[in-house]
Structure formats: C-alpha cells, structure tokens
C-alpha cells in the first residue's frame, strides 16, 4: 500500500544515531534528575531553552508529551458539554474528536488560499479558537502576514484567546518564513503550541505550549495529576539535540528530503490529474489538498484506491461532523518515496479519470 495517508516523516529523516548519543551524554550529564519524577512542566532546561527562544518566562512554557498531549489538556481546562469553540474548516481531524469527545459545540471559520480569514469569524462567544497559520493540516494552507496582524487585532478587541498550532512553521523549503500569530500580537490573547515531531522525531513526543501565566499553572497541574512527571529522557534528549547544535542541520537535511517529496507531489499532479482539478502548492510542511469537482466523491474514490493500491484520508474527515469536503483529498507527501509518490498519484490519476472522462 502507497500510504498519502500517514502525515509522518519519511524513516530518512530520523536521526538515529545522533539522538541514540544525546540520549546517553544526557544521562551522563543530569541522570539523577532525568531519571526521577520533577516538575509536571518538563524538563528545566529544555524549558529554559524554550521560554527564551519565545520570549517569557519558563512557567508560561509546558512541554507536553507531543503537542497533542497539550491539546486535549488545553480542551479538558476550557471546554465542556455545549462550550463553543471555533476551528477552521477544514482542520486537523484529531483536535476535532477531542472536542467532539469533551461535547463542544464546534464552529467553523471560512478559509481560502491565504488561510482563515479574520474578518469573517462568526460572531458570539467562543472558548477558543483554534488555528494552524502555516502549512496547515490538511489544506497545506499558509495564512497571510496581513491576516496574520488583523487576526492579533481582533484577538484583542474581542478578548478572543486563540491557540496558534504551528508544528509546521520551520518545516518551510523555500520562501521567506513568516512571523507567528503570537509574535505579532506580542503574546496578548494567543497561546501559541508546536512539537518536535516534524522537526526531531515525531517518537520522543515533545511538544510545548507558550500560555498566559494562569492557564499554564492550570495545565501543568492537569499534567501532574495526568502522568505526575512528563518523560524526562525524551525531553532531556532534544535538550542535548539543540545543546550541540544538531537541530539546525538536521532540519537543512530534513527539509532537503522533504522537498524532494514534495516536488514529484506536484509534478506528478500536473501530469495526472484532470483539467478541473485544483490543488495546493504549500512552500513546506507535509500535506496537499486535493479538489476534484467532476470526480467520484472522496469516499468512492478512497475505497477504489484502496483496492489498487493506495491510500489517503478524505476531505470529509477535516469537517465537524464530516460535512464538507466531499470532493477532497488530504495527501501527505513526508511519507513515501519520491517514486511512489509518482505510481500512486499515477493510480488515483486513473481512477479519476475513469469516473470522468469528460472532464479530461
Ligand atoms: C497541526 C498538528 N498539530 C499537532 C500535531 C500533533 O503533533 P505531536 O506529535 O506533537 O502530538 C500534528 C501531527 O500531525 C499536526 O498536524
């Protein structure tokens, strides 16, 4: 099976044997303390690292088994049954069953090619709002820097806190990177998260939030009475990674890897996908969204793939309660090989144009 629907590093970008030797110089350093409980917020010098690479104090910043970790904290601290909480559509599908599970009443906001569009938020209280600016999961959409300054702007009028996901934001192949949403409001009404796991490994599960003071109290707390102490060696071994200073040429080469996907993506979009086909062109992170307006709906189309061969997620599993997307397509390209990336496209090509031969 030709997987576009794993949103994971291909097993090239892993950097076995440089973290296997920061997992043990970690030890040898601080192994007493690596190797008992601690405090719920993470390791003390990766937050350290942390705080200052974001500009605040080290108790704003948690560090979360993954980011998703946080997440669900994040939602237990602030969502109940019938909480409104605003996300884009579409969005990453695992926030949504975590507040879907938590019994949120889910809003979305419209988005086009340069992301969420500020101005037309819906009115009304919201909990939160969740939003992912850079090359978003699964759009692989980047919000403009405009947007970007008017979404701080309206954070702040409307005392609207809003979560900016950016675990893609470094991930970037070409192009300039862009400022975060936090950076821009100067923190004011943003909690700000992003991980590891595109940057390092996504199996050490370290991600961090950046919150106002209080919340981070709250989840810290949550995260004690959760696991008591985060792991301390997973943390420790990023703390080491960025210590001698690997993360920057890991993620050059990361990065090289990752755009050679990338390109034969669209390349092998360009060449079998039918005239009324439209896709995303994202300049980093994992995934390309996929409209076929005169092919089999998304559903029909994946369970055909399946049968020759590859796989995909369905753009109806981005939306609250599956509506919308029907006609589209999440395909991660971090996976699979340049050359599978080129057969599988090839075989999902076929099967569109099978189904619709007039649109050729
Ligand atoms: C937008 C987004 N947020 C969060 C995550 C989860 O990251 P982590 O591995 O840090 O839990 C992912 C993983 O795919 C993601 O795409």
């Known amino acids: 099976m030709i997987s576009f629907a794993r949103g994971v590093p291909a097993p090239e970008c892993l950097a076995v044997e440089e973290l296997a030797d920061c997992a043990r110089a970690a030890l040898e350093r601080d192994g007493r303390t690596i190797l008992s409980y601690g405090p719920g917020g993470g390791y003390g010098p ?16 948690v560090i979360t ?8 904290f994040l939602a237990q601290q602030l969502v109940q049954k019938g909480t409104r909480v605003l996300v884009e559509a579409p969005t990453y599908d695992r926030p949504l069953k975590i507040l879907s599970r938590l019994g949120a009443e889910i809003v979305t906001a419209p988005m086009d090619e340069d992301g969420l569009i500020p101005d037309e938020l819906p009115d009304g209280d919201f909990a939160f709002l969740y939003t992912i600016p850079t090359f978003q999961n699964p759009s692989g959409r980047t919000m403009s820097v405009e947007r970007r300054l008017r979404l701080a702007e309206i954070a702040r009028e409307r005392r609207l806190l809003v979560l900016e ?4 934001g470094l991930v970037r192949y ?6 975060s949403v936090f950076e821009l409001a100067d923190g004011e009404q943003i909690a700000y998260c992003s991980s590891f796991s595109k940057t390092v490994s996504p199996g050490v599960r370290v991600g961090w939030f950046v919150l106002p003071a209080q919340l981070a ?20 071994t990023v703390h ?6 690997s993360f920057g040429p890991n993620l050059e080469r990361v990065n090289g890897l990752l755009s050679e996907r990338r390109d034969a993506m669209l390349d092998a979009l360009t060449r079998e996908m039918p005239e009324d086909a439209t896709w995303t062109k994202p300049a980093g992170g994992y995934f390309v969204w996929l409209e076929l307006p005169s092919g089999p709906p998304s559903s029909q189309l994946l ?52 189904a619709a031969p007039a649109a050729l």
């Open 46 to 61: 990766l937050r350290e690292v942390l705080a200052e690479q974001h500009d605040v104090e080290p108790s704003r910043v």
């Open 240 to 245: 080491e990674f960025l210590r001698r200073e």
């Open 303 to 354: 369970a055909e793939a399946e049968d020759a061969g590859v796989t995909f997620v369905k753009g109806s599993d981005f939306f609250p309660g599956g509506r919308g997307g029907e006609s589209a397509l999440r395909l991660a390209f971090s996976f699979v090989s340049p050359d599978e990336i080129s057969d599988g496209v090839g075989r999902i090509g076929g099967l569109v144009r099978a």
């Open 165 to 168: 996901d950016d675990p893609y």
């Open 174 to 179: 070409d192009g300039d990177p862009l400022p």
């Open 65 to 72: 088994s993954g980011s998703l970790q946080g997440f669900v």
């Open 217 to 236: 109290a709250e989840i810290e707390a949550l995260a004690v009475s959760t696991y008591i102490s985060p792991p301390y060696l997973s943390q420790a």
